[in-house]
């Protein structure tokens, strides 16, 4: 996993890849990812985790191929970035499923751990960059990628958690 550091790539999204560019890796992420759901569905039915498995190959698969086409650190954090917020819109679409199928009166306590985690992500995220920065490490841009790394793989975790919790209710 790769991760993000106080280094302004949001406002640069995407600069390095023209729109054809994008595409042809939308393109080619949708053929694989057909292709992974082929095998998936081959041994087992279309089941919520085997679309979440490929939603998450998608995801990867993304990345890696940013990474590839830009090797450079800005090509890495700007596609690392961008993995951070699909996990993002996966771990608020899943929260949302979950935060449904809850009865009412125990939605409070996803809610509340959801203000938990992102409290602690948030204060986390001002720890990470103070330690990542060149006070303590004397500088370099190894350190941005381990800080963006550190950062989505902490969104890529809980997203898979609250997907558990929804895949896990029986009602």
Request: zero cysteines; proline letters at 0%; hydrophobic letters at 40%.
């Given at each position: 996993?790769?991760?993000l550091l106080a280094y302004n790539v949001s406002a640069q999204t995407n600069s390095n890849f023209t729109e054809a560019e994008l595409k042809n890796i939308r393109q080619e992420?949708?053929?694989q990812a057909k292709v992974f759901q082929q095998q998936l569905l081959s041994t087992a039915e279309d089941t919520l985790r085997n679309r979440f498995t490929v939603?998450?190959?998608k995801i990867e698969y993304t990345l890696r191929?940013?990474?590839d086409k830009n090797p450079s650190t800005h090509g890495m954090l700007e596609a690392m970035n961008d993995a951070n917020t699909a996990y993002d819109k996966m771990l608020n679409h899943y929260y949302q499923l979950l935060l449904k199928k809850m009865k009412?009166?125990?939605k409070v306590y996803l809610i509340n751990a959801q203000k938990a985690w992102i409290q602690?992500?948030?204060e986390d995220e001002k720890l990470l960059s103070t330690l990542h920065g060149d006070a303590y490490t004397g500088g370099g841009t190894m350190y941005q990628?381990?800080?963006y790394s550190a950062l989505l793989q902490r969104v890529?975790?809980?997203a898979i958690e609250v997907f558990l919790y929804y895949e896990n209710i029986n009602i």
């Open positions: 996993m790769i991760m992420v949708n053929a939603d998450t190959f191929l940013k990474m009412s009166g125990d602690f992500r948030d990628l381990s800080y890529q975790q809980r």
